[in-house]
């Protein structure tokens, strides 16, 4: 006998972040903020004090009150997910049915397309324009011509950086029978957020995430914000113990404090205008085709050779970001020292 994979999981391809060691880290979008020595001090004793023989509260529910408080929603519109990862995962398995069409955008976060390889269903891709804006009767146009029953996107864009704004995207929610997924991850670093009204649609699922402007994206947390009915399908359908106890007490002490949390995204806004524009010069030099106007914690820029500038920085500064094709750096905004260093080897290497 023998054993043979299907071709869907023979095709898989790992999802491969940067490996090895390096000085600087602006590849990932990652905070750089940490907690000091007294915080982490009072998060050791709440690990501690766990009740490691029992299964957590399958609904997170501490967590849960905390984020809601957070951001002014009722906690009953809130599921947690072990990161949204988890959590597009589980709407794209339980709200498409098999075959259906999920419509997502490029540039955008790669994960959406991914798991509908798995889920083995068919995925649209609206192309954005040269500006990588979004139009959205466009989409709209697109969605309904493919007969698209979800439509998936991040707003602020990873990795473009750019918005679009919020009466934009009402207009997308309300202009379909889709179900919109709208990726949050990023807005705790703009003001356009349809968490407020999200319970006046039928069609609208908000995920927000714990990994960016929150500082845990080791302790792996997302949010997905919806109606009552979507929500009591997604708590249905989630496994029943998918976030973590450690999780669970780490982000509820985290997110107890939002003046504080609100402080640190103003933080890294701040950090973001620095290397924007500090940047800037090297656009004016031609050294760098374009500088995309961001809204989020990390910069989208053009110049050719990308690949080329990309390796320099990893090998001869230790310096790594992300690159896209042959002519796009994705460089999340550090510390004030790290920006200072990747600028250096930057003007060296351009
Ligand atoms: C980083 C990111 C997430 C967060 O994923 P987690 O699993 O919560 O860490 C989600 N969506 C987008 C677009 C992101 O860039």
Redesign the pocket.
Known sequence: MSYVLTEKAATLQPYDPVEGTYAIRLDA?ESWITPDAATREKLGAAVAAMDFNRYPDPLASAPCAAFAAMYGVRPALVTAGN????LISVILSTFLAKGETMLTMAPD?S?YKFYTHITENRCVVYQKNDDLQIDVDEVLALASREKARLLIF?NPC?PTSVGLDRESVRRLVSGTDALVVL?E??MDFWDQSLLAEVADYDNLII?R????ALGL?AV???FAVANPRLTAVLRAAKSPYNVNLATQTLAAAALADPDYQRRCAQTLIASREQLSAALQPLVTAGKLTRLYDSCTNFVLVDLPDARRVFERLKQDYSIVVRCFGETRLRITAGSPEQNAALLSALNEIL
């Not at 990161?83 to 988890?86: N, W």
């Open positions: 979008n990161g949204s990862d988890e976060f994960m991040s990873n990726d991850a990023y995920l995430t714990a990994s960016k994206a792996r947390l997302g």
